[in-house]
Nanobody, 125 residues
Framework: QLHIVESGGGLVQPGGSLRLSCVVS????????IGWFRQAPGEEREGVSC????????EYADSAKGRFTTSRDNTKKTVYLQMNSLKPEDTAVYYC??????????????????WGQGTQVTVSS
């Protein structure tokens, strides 16, 4: 079983940037796609991005396209989410989870597992 720990959240002004990290331990992460998800208070969970096991393919929610970039370094057992041009509506707890494949990463999360505890991102002036 994989164990996931997210970090890198914080308070940032609109237009600012943050880089989140997702450290994966336990079984080798080389075989797993890693997704980033977020949930704001009173809102449903939302899939933000996904990177497949090889790192060659990534997918993004429409809200993240052009602003967020996910990458992975399997030697460091870490997946990153670089977030630029942050908006107040990006405020949420951000989570990582693992799956064999990226899809689906929106709407149906039943195939995703090893959820981390999350890291809070707050975008506010």
């Amino acid at each position: 079983q994989l164990h996931i720990v997210e970090s890198g959240g914080g308070l940032v002004q609109p237009g600012g940037s943050l880089r989140l990290s997702c450290v994966v331990s336990g079984l080798t992460m080389d075989y797993y796609a890693i997704g980033w998800f977020r949930q704001a208070p009173g809102e449903e969970r939302e899939g933000v991005s996904c990177i497949n096991a090889s790192g060659r393919n990534t997918e993004y929610a429409d809200s993240a396209k052009g602003r967020f970039t996910t990458s992975r370094d399997n030697t460091k057992k870490t997946v990153y989410l670089q977030m630029n041009s942050l908006k107040p509506e990006d405020t949420a707890v951000y989570y990582c989870a693992a799956n064999l494949y990226c899809r689906p990463f929106q709407g149906d999360y039943s195939s995703w597992g090893s959820w981390g505890q999350g890291t809070q991102v707050t975008v506010s002036s």
